[in-house]
């Protein structure tokens, strides 16, 4: 989460559990050499895993020591339409949860965990609920925005492992290598597959806009098609469940909205939704539904009309997300087959107890430095 060099030699970082180590920095060769050493534990994590930690040439170190920050603590929870929350399974499933998505017959959820295993990266693990056990699918780099293909057998999800980040798919119980599906993304990449599999649209840092909406078929074609390029910075793309409607946000409007157009013939129409901000659509399993947020923070519901063509309702609010984590270019929700709840993450698990983080000074660090990394 924070790495800080010693010019002594060291390279120190921290994980998300709140682990400092220590590991021998070749500056000259620009590489790590040995094993990572842990040093201590118990430095503060807090919101998107901000740390503070800090070293002098002459060796002094700083940091902040407590418990998990309240940003940091976050568990996965079921969220009715009325905004009643529940745990998700027994045990919980908390911890520095960045996503999640909803196996579509309901028995699975894939998440996006930092540091779970390993304090340089992240991977998707699939928790099996009613108890069952929480699994690690995803190794090697940075693996995040899990989804799930249409017959919940495989996963996809973003990767920059080979230096280059890239949609993979693997089998979701782990027991194949993942497979490079789409090239050529960025970090910031947002994608939505159609139902079938064989259509994708994706939001990647380009065109006019700086972020606009490009669509492509994976394994045939090589090169993004722009859906709607203009000035307009899109993103948040989601498909309806029979693939003929595109949702998505764009600040064409001053307040940023979700609109809504056919797919793939999206010049056809266009649709706006909300009326005063809106991000973030999810369409419900029969397509008749659009739940989006709403500017205020709201989780909001606009109903699809009866009739030919696309027409929706005044959208209402179903509850507030103030304790809901939202990672920007993140699934952080997700909807059950039955459209009558919610899996989100909830956030600041914990945060009504008095904080007690607390500001550690080390005089010199290298003496421990040296006798840690002797063994």
Not at 10 to 28: I, K, N, P
Not at 114 to 140: C, E, F, N
Not at 337 to 351: H, L, Q, T, Y
């Amino acid at each position: 989460l924070a790495a800080r060099y010693d010019p002594a030699g060291y390279l120190l970082y921290v994980s998300a559990r709140g682990e400092l180590y220590a590991q021998r920095f070749d500056q000259d060769r620009v590489e790590l050499r040995g094993a990572p050493v842990l040093l201590w534990s118990g430095l503060s994590v807090a919101t998107f895993g901000a740390t503070d930690v800090a070293i002098s040439p002459s060796g002094a170190m700083l940091y902040t020591a407590g418990e998990l920050g309240a940003g940091a603590r976050r568990q996965v929870v079921w969220v009715s339409r009325d905004g009643t929350v529940s745990p998700v399974d027994s045990p919980a499933v908390a911890g520095l949860v960045n996503a999640v998505a909803l196996s579509h017959d309901g028995t699975r959820i894939a998440l996006d965990i930092p540091g779970a295993t390993r304090v340089d990266g992240s991977d998707i693990w699939v928790k099996q609920l009613g108890g069952g056990p929480l699994s690690q699918v995803s190794r090697g780099g940075q693996n995040w925005s899990p989804s799930w293909s249409a017959d919940d057998r495989s996963l996809l999800f973003m990767s920059d492992r080979d230096s280059a980040v890239a949609l993979y798919r693997q089998r979701a119980d782990g027991s194949n290598a993942a497979v490079r599906e789409v090239a050529g993304l960025d970090v910031n990449a947002e994608y939505a597959t159609a139902s079938d599999g064989r259509t994708a649209v994706f939001r990647l840092n380009r065109g006019p806009g700086g972020g606009d909406l490009f669509s492509l078929h994976p394994g045939t074609d090589t090169a993004f098609t722009p859906l709607f390029p203009g000035p307009a910075l899109e993103r948040s793309p989601t498909l309806s469940p029979d693939g003929h409607w595109l949702a998505y946000t764009s600040d064409e409007s001053s307040s940023g909205d979700v609109y809504v157009r056919p797919f793939p013939t999206v010049d056809s129409a266009r649709i706006q939704v909300s009326t005063a901000g809106g991000g973030r659509p999810r369409w419900n399993h029969a397509g008749t539904e659009l739940f989006f947020r709403s500017a205020s923070n709201d989780l909001m519901s606009a109903r699809r009309l009866p009739g030919p063509g696309m027409r929706f309702d005044r959208p209402v609010v179903l509850f507030n997300l103030r304790r809901v984590f939202q990672f920007t270019t993140r699934s952080w929700y997700d909807i059950a087959p039955d459209d009558k709840r919610f899996v989100m993450i909830e956030a600041g698990v914990g945060s009504e107890a008095r904080r007690t983080d607390r500001l550690v000074f080390v005089d010199d660090i290298r003496p421990e430095l040296a006798r840690r990394m002797a063994r």
